[in-house]
């Protein structure tokens, strides 16, 4: 960190929507941080705990930010959104035009001019505040899919500083892809970077082959060349998110959460097998295709309670957007049935709490869970799957998990589902269940083997490397 009379300036900048911390307004209408939801702050914040920066982001709530202040080492610079803003920018383009598009059109999504508007004006915003805490030949670090025209803002505002970006989530078909009214300029938004980090291989390939087929770049194997008379040619690559296995695991290991394990067990009747799902309440984690699953293999006898249950937790997500709101609405009548119908007195078959929870609660989840449900129709990453393998330690439990997750990917070992076949999904559950413990035993153990030789620390380090081996801008250019 460098600083001047005025103002404090770093070597490394993160940008992403939302701050690590979410400013929230109390019912006796004090104002509170707590931690924000999902897995891009699961990973950055255990990055950003390892070295000195500054993380540009909104603080959550409609209205002016508030003033910048230093967290766990971290410099924290809140960007304001406006009412309308966070209905245009953040709810309408970013969660209701591309998160649809980026995951296969599991909902519809549409197209607003003047979203769009929003979606230009925020990220100009989100790189004048990069642009004002960058020092001089910094890195700055643009995250996700609501800061794609930040790179070329922020290249234009300051072009001393290197720029990458990685996509957490999927990065789609060109068929789909090129549904956007405003393809060139996101892709023009991308190509301001030096380097583009993806979850898969294939999410940089469809990148790549979106600029060979909707802009007419030059590419040649990762590389695309931009057309801004600079001679720069913008690499694509793919480097698969992580989590902190080694503080996770040790988290799993306190004695407390030991302790937390019995009693989440006893509580629910000790029963003899204990499923768990954990998710965002998102239309792409699979949780309705999971309920229908569960429902069938109690409706025909092969489980039931109390030997059998299902805890579902679903984290509040994105209440306002229509489709966020009919699927809680499924999941919730759907869940009501399933107990009306199958539960027993004093043992419901599932267990939903809409509720966000403490590290500490939810890793004694994980290791009280005997079978971990990762069902999503589609998902950049799944952090979900890779903290659950981290903290069983004891080799216990099993994870059923989705091939449309990028997680998949790493975790082969795991009982591998496609959860748009329910007949299937059900065989794998209960094969899951059935499969004789040293078996287990033996899956648990590589996937455990897998995270933790790929934790976040190297999936950072592997990010700047990166970064920093991107070519140089040619001799000459802007
Ligand atoms: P996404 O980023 O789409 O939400 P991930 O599985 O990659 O999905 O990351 C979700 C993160 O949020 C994980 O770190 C998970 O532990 C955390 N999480 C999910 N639900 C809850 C909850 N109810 N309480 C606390 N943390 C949660
Ligand atoms: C996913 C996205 C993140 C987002 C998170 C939570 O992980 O990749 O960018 O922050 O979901 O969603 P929210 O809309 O609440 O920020």
Redesign the pocket.
């Known amino acids: 960190m460098s600083s001047t009379p005025e103002r404090k300036t770093f070597d490394l900048v993160i940008a992403a929507n939302r701050l690590p911390v979410d400013q929230v307004v109390t019912d006796s209408g004090e104002a509170e941080w707590r931690r924000s ?4 702050v ?1 990973a950055m914040d255990s990055v950003m705990r390892d070295q000195p920066g500054a993380w540009v982001g909104w603080a959550g709530e409609p209205g002016e930010p508030p003033a910048r202040f230093d967290q766990g080492g971290v410099h924290l610079v809140p960007v304001g959104l406006s009412e309308d803003e966070v209905h245009l920018y953040y709810e309408g383009f970013s969660n209701g035009t591309l998160w649809p598009i980026y995951h296969d059109v599991i909902v519809a999504a549409a197209f607003h001019r003047d979203w769009w508007a929003a979606y230009q004006r925020v990220n100009l915003r989100f790189a004048q505040a990069v642009a004002d805490v960058a020092a001089p030949g910094a890195r700055v670090w643009v995250q996700d899919y609501q800061l794609q025209l930040a790179p070329a803002y922020v290249r234009a505002l300051r072009p001393d500083v290197r720029i990458g970006w990685f996509n ?1 989530i999927p990065f789609p078909p060109v068929e789909l892809f090129a549904q956007l009214p405003w393809r060139g300029q996101l892709l023009d938004g991308l190509l301001g970077a030096d380097f583009l980090g993806f979850q898969r291989q294939a999410d940089a390939q469809n990148f790549v082959r979106a600029c060979r087929q909707l802009i007419h770049a030059e590419t040649r194997g990762g590389t695309v060349a931009v057309h801004d008379g600079s001679g720069r040619r913008v690499r694509a690559a793919a480097i698969p998110i992580s ?1 902190d296995f080694k503080g996770l695991e040790a988290l799993a290991r306190q004695p407390s959460v030991t302790a937390r394990v019995a009693e989440i067990r006893e509580s629910l009747g000790n029963p003899k097998v204990l499923m768990l799902g ?3 309440l ?1 239309y ?1 984690k699979g949780i309705r295709h999971r309920l229908k699953a569960y429902q069938e293999l109690l409706a025909e006898g092969q489980l039931g309670p109390p030997d059998v249950t299902l805890v579902q ?3 509040p997500s994105r209440e306002r957007v229509a489709a966020y709101r009919q699927l809680r609405e499924d999941v919730e009548q759907r869940v009501g049935r399933i107990n009306g119908d199958l539960g027993v007195m004093g043992f419901p078959a599932v267990h939903y ?1 809409h ?5 500490e609660e ?1 890793a004694a989840l994980f290791r009280a869970a005997d079978i971990m449900l990762v069902t999503p129709l589609r ?7 890779k ?1 659950y393998v981290t903290c069983r330690f004891d080799l216990g439990g099993a994870l059923v998990l989705s091939e449309f997750t990028g997680a998949w990917h790493e975790l082969h070992q795991a009982f591998a589902c496609n959860p748009h076949d329910i007949e299937g999904l059900k065989q794998t559950i209960l094969r899951a269940i059935n499969t004789p413990a040293p078996d287990k035993r033996r899956i648990m153990r590589a996937l455990r083997r897998r995270v933790a030789d790929h934790d976040v620390q190297r999936w950072a380090s592997r990010f700047l490397a990166a970064l920093d081996a991107a070519p140089a801008r040619a001799e000459g250019g802007p």
Do not use: C, F
């Open positions: 939801p999902g897995g891009l699961t957490h989590i954990v998710d965002r998102d792409t937790v679903a984290t709490l509720h966000s929870y403490p590290r939810m998902d950049g990453m799944n952090l979900v799957a903290e």
